[in-house]
């Protein structure tokens, strides 16, 4: 009897191991579509070029406020720290965009890492450890796969971020470095997260909040980290930039839809299978008093994801904290069933695991038969076909004489032009403030050469992605050509 119970564990344990290789071939299969194009000078979002230019700001190589001052066209509402890591690396391989897209995709892979750590860190089975992991990859990858390998920070300042999440929790075997250090440092290091990316804001909220229920003097030695880390970096930058600085990240035009929250809600029920997970999770007996916390980190990321969504321009990368919450339920619920005894009431634990399990992956599988050809024809054969036509505009651009205002700010940079206008940051402020006065001089004195626009050009206006902005150029900028991938438009 105990040989046959031993040879089903075995078994057990094979389909287990099997069904990893599977998830990490998959997983492999969709980031190579993004690996093979990463050095391509074809834009995947309209950010990358932004993020560029500030980089090279940040770094000297453009003479020019990493904050611009009030009455230009060129905005930054993100904390600086980002760019001065990207603009190091960028420096050394000779590309701000490059360097933007290799950075990124590192710190996603290192936030699915950080996940499984924290699974074990709570109480959890390194199986649990490896899904949750697993989990956080394949649903980047498939829904949010628009930022994997993408020059921006999100999954960077969310990388610094769990860096401390590991932190606080610590290693139970270095015993040595206990008490109110470990709080302290993780509330510097997650502090120090926020001036890669500010709206990473759950897990330190929750974690605050958690503290001050559980353990007033930890809470206490957190919030001595976090405010040390912020008078520090916050002071440096502001001696740095001065007003311009919080002008620019607090004080951001930006328009907000309350409509916004349905996206928000839809991506937060592609996350239910997952959610259906804490259902299993063993709150009250997680390690360190956990529970509490991730409970606290989910509400709050699934809020803070809704909310988001209301503001134009914000995208799939405010679910990353839900998404990485949710992954970390499912890994300790899964942890749970596996070390259970054969039953959990009437129905058999290895149901339970196998049902709980497919529940997790159910929104991938069902995707992946659509989705597979999708990111294999949009990104092998759409990104190979654009990248002629993507060239030849930038070899235009680099041939216009005078400055050049592009949609796609990537076509710019790679054209090396200095960057004079950010188009949508620059619409939002003429939405919320009414004044386009900076814009009107430009256009009525020529001072910019051309314009260059990835929008369809015809006889309906209301078609072009900025119409309050192109209305204006096109009272003064008359000659439109199609040249590769991109329309631009002369006096």
Request: glycine share 10%; aromatic share 12%.
């Amino acid at each position: 009897m105990k040989n046959k119970i031993h040879m089903e564990d075995m078994n057990f344990n094979l389909k287990k191991s099997i069904w990893l290789y599977i998830a990490i071939l998959f997983i492999f299969i969709l980031l190579v579509p993004h690996v093979a194009f990463i050095t391509s000078h074809v834009s995947f979002s309209s950010n990358e070029g932004w993020n560029a230019y500030l980089a090279r700001r940040a770094i000297g190589l453009d003479h020019a406020p990493l904050y611009p001052p009030d009455g230009q066209m060129v905005f930054n509402n993100y904390p600086p720290s980002s760019f001065y890591v990207v603009g190091l690396f960028g420096w050394l391989l000779g590309d701000m965009i490059v360097a933007g897209r290799v950075i990124s995709l590192l710190a996603l892979l290192f936030c699915a890492w950080a996940t499984g750590r924290v699974v074990l860190a709570c109480g959890g089975t390194r199986g649990g450890a490896w899904f949750a992991g697993l989990l956080v990859m394949l649903y980047s990858t498939v829904f949010y796969s628009d930022y994997v390998a993408m020059d921006d920070p999100q999954w960077l300042g969310q990388a610094v971020i769990m860096a401390g999440f590991m932190l606080l929790f610590g290693n139970d075997r270095e015993p040595g470095w206990t008490g109110a250090w470990r709080p302290f440092c993780a509330g510097f290091v997650v502090v120090a997260g926020l001036t890669f990316k500010h709206n990473i804001l759950a897990l330190p909220v929750a974690v605050l909040v958690w503290l001050l229920l559980t353990d007033w003097r930890h809470a206490v030695s957190w919030m001595g980290g976090c405010l040390v880390s912020l008078c520090l970096l916050g002071g440096l930058y502001y001696s740095i930039f001065g007003l311009d600085f919080i002008q620019g990240v607090f004080g951001h035009k930006r328009i907000f839809y309350v409509h916004g929250m349905l996206k928000g809600l839809g991506n937060v029920l592609g996350l239910g299978g997952m959610m259906v997970s804490c259902a299993f999770v063993p709150w009250r007996h997680l390690r360190h008093r956990s529970g509490l916390l991730l409970g606290l980190y989910l509400l709050l990321a699934v809020a803070s994801a809704i909310v988001q969504r209301t503001g134009t321009g914000v995208s799939h990368n405010a679910c990353f904290e839900a998404l990485i919450a949710a992954a970390l339920c499912a890994g300790l619920a899964m942890s749970c069933l596996a070390t259970t005894g054969d039953t959990a009431g009437r129905v058999p634990v290895r149901t339970l695991l196998v049902g709980v399990m497919g529940l997790n992956l159910l929104p991938v599988m069902v995707s992946l038969p659509a989705y597979l050809p999708y990111l294999y024809r949009s990104n092998v054969t759409t990104i190979a076909h654009s990248l002629k036509a993507s060239n030849e505009t930038i070899a235009a651009v680099h041939a216009i004489d005078g400055d050049v205002a592009c949609e796609t700010l990537a076509l710019c940079y790679w054209a090396h032009k200095p960057v004079v206008m950010d188009f949508f940051n620059y619409s939002q402020h003429v939405a919320v403030t009414h004044d386009a006065m900076v814009l009107e001089q430009v256009v009525d004195r020529h001072d910019i050469a051309a314009f260059v626009s990835n929008s369809r050009f015809d006889t309906q206006e209301d078609i072009w992605e900025f119409p309050n902005l192109w209305r204006i150029i096109r009272a003064g900028y008359m000659h439109v050509r199609l040249q590769g991938a991109a329309y631009i438009v002369t006096p």
